[in-house]
């Protein structure tokens, strides 16, 4: 369900990524710490139509980056995103509203063929143009999410019973568009 925003968060218009200056990374608890780890490829497509605006958003499991080929292999495999059969992340929101910077983003987001309802919350910069002519929005979201809601349920048992693992991963997307 489309919702109106307080104000325009762009031109009506449909907006392009800017894949060379965007980007989605994730991180989660690990052995105590935090791993992080970022998708390579981002696809998104913002239109603001009517003071409304949706946002349409992919990326390819094949473009998971964690500085490990050995680890990046795994997280393809069927224990985490079973990229042959779910090769693709997907993210879709007719629900962007935006409050001064303040963004928030009620979508569905979908991986490994599950599709789950999320909020994101960030926020937006103003409309400019760049040195180049072009029409530009920038838009900074994060969420956290249960990862074994969407099937990614496997774990380590650690010595004292703990797991390596933790379920709540952070989603964040630092989103660059085009006016197309």
Do not use: C
């Not at 530009?136 to 703990?162: E, F, H, I, M």
């Amino acid at each position: 369900m489309s919702t109106a925003t307080a104000s325009p968060i762009a031109p009506a218009g449909t907006w392009a990524v800017d894949p060379v200056h965007s980007s989605v990374t994730f991180e989660i608890g690990y052995l105590g710490g935090t791993f992080k780890g970022q998708f390579r490829e981002v696809a998104a497509e913002l239109t603001v139509e009517g003071g409304r605006a949706s946002l349409r958003g992919s990326s390819p499991v094949a473009s998971i980056d964690v500085k490990d080929e050995n680890l990046s292999a795994h997280l393809q495999s069927p224990d985490f995103f079973d990229a042959e059969r779910h090769p693709t992340l997907g993210f879709r929101a007719d629900d962007v509203q935006l409050d001064g910077e303040t963004v928030r983003v009620k979508g569905e987001l979908t991986i490994r063929g599950a599709t789950r309802e999320v909020e994101l919350a960030g926020r937006a910069a103003a409309p400019l143009t760049d040195p180049y002519g072009r029409e530009r929005v920038a838009l900074t979201l994060a969420t956290t999410v249960d990862r074994t809601a969407y099937g990614l349920s496997w774990n380590l048992a650690l010595p004292t019973g703990q797991q390596a693992l933790s379920n709540e991963v952070t989603v964040a997307a630092n989103l660059h568009f085009v006016k197309a």
